[in-house]
């Protein structure tokens, strides 16, 4: 099959699923596959996952599948059922073997649309929509970012720390295709000198990045090691990397704390961090015009846990 491929095509691998291919089916992800009237493009109503994969094994799967099904239950899409996707990324890793070899390590992205407006792919509601995952090597550059300090920007949502619960249509918690937003405003960091994003809400809480999670490390009164992070009900993501951190951490003697959390907090902790999937866990060593305390140790600490890949409780669930 490679050698009907565009040769730039050779480093991502794609797969889509519809009722006929439910296990998936592969295709040249430069070749045009998607509808013009896709809502997906359209209007950003879709989902998605990023999922970090090590030597053909994708970490915390199982958290990334169960997130996918709440954020397409949030924005009321029906998707394929979680055998689809394992199966279609597995079949992703089988097309890279044929091929040559299994990167080390890869980023796979599952993506879930609505599908085109009044022509349902398949009157099975399950697969209705559009439906695919694109596997791509993680590259030299961004190992290299792995683990480095980041200087971070404070920037305000726009919205107070009750909203997820006032206005469910507003989507938060859902990881939904529209993040022209969380783009923007990383562009707006990179103009402004800095390289990543803090969300606050107007009322003074803080959130989470563009595409990450905070944690923060503090000492208890007894001195044992704290890891807190932003709490679920302001809208944010429940990520899997934090949920997976404190899965190994408390077993390893850590505190685990959830909070209503304000940048005060994030300036008087020991060290904060953002975490996902791909990057891992980045220090940041700047927060606007405070200089922060970095630790590779810990940091390399925290990025081993995650080796463990072990199961992800959100107090959501
Ligand atoms: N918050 C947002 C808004 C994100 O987009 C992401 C991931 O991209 C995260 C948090 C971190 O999630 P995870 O650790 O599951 O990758």
Not at 171 to 195: E, I
């Amino acid at each position: 099959m490679a050698e009907h491929f565009h040769e730039d095509s050779v480093a991502a691998v794609a797969v889509r699923i519809d009722v006929e291919h439910p296990d998936g089916l592969i295709f040249d992800p430069h070749q045009p596959q998607l509808r013009v009237t896709d809502l997906g493009a359209v209007r950003g109503d879709g989902v998605f996952e990023t999922m970090y994969a090590v030597e053909g094994r994708v970490r915390k799967i199982e958290a990334h599948l169960e997130r996918l099904a709440r954020s397409a239950d949030i924005l009321d899409i029906s998707i394929p059922p979680a055998q689809s996707w394992r199966a279609a990324v597995e079949l992703g890793f089988e097309e890279y073997r044929t091929r040559g070899a299994l990167p080390d390590e890869l980023t796979i992205k599952l993506v879930a649309t609505r599908g085109v407006e009044g022509e349902p792919a398949s009157d099975d509601p399950a697969f209705a929509g559009t439906y695919w995952a694109l596997l791509s090597p993680v590259t030299e550059a961004m190992r290299a970012t792995r683990g480095q300090p980041v200087g971070v920007t404070l920037l305000d949502r726009g919205y107070d720390s009750t909203a997820a619960e006032r206005a469910p249509w507003l989507l938060l918690g859902a990881k939904s295709l529209s993040y022209a937003v969380n783009m923007a405003s990383l562009r707006w960091a990179r103009q402004h000198g800095f390289d990543d994003v803090i969300y606050t809400t107007s009322d003074g809480q803080v959130l989470e990045g563009p595409t990450s999670t905070v944690l923060i490390v503090t000492r208890g009164a007894n001195g044992a090691r704290r890891l807190t992070t932003p709490v679920l009900e302001t809208g944010i993501l429940p990520g899997t990397t934090q949920g997976a951190i404190f899965t190994a951490a408390e077993k390893a003697g850590w505190e685990l704390g959830y909070g209503p959390l304000t940048p005060q907090d994030l300036l008087d902790a020991d060290h904060l961090f953002l975490a996902s999937s791909v990057r891992l866990v980045s220090p940041v060593a700047r927060l606007d015009d405070a200089e922060l305390a970095v630790d590779d140790e810990l940091t390399a600490e925290l990025i081993d846990l995650l080796a463990e890949d072990l199961p992800v409780n959100h107090p959501l669930d």
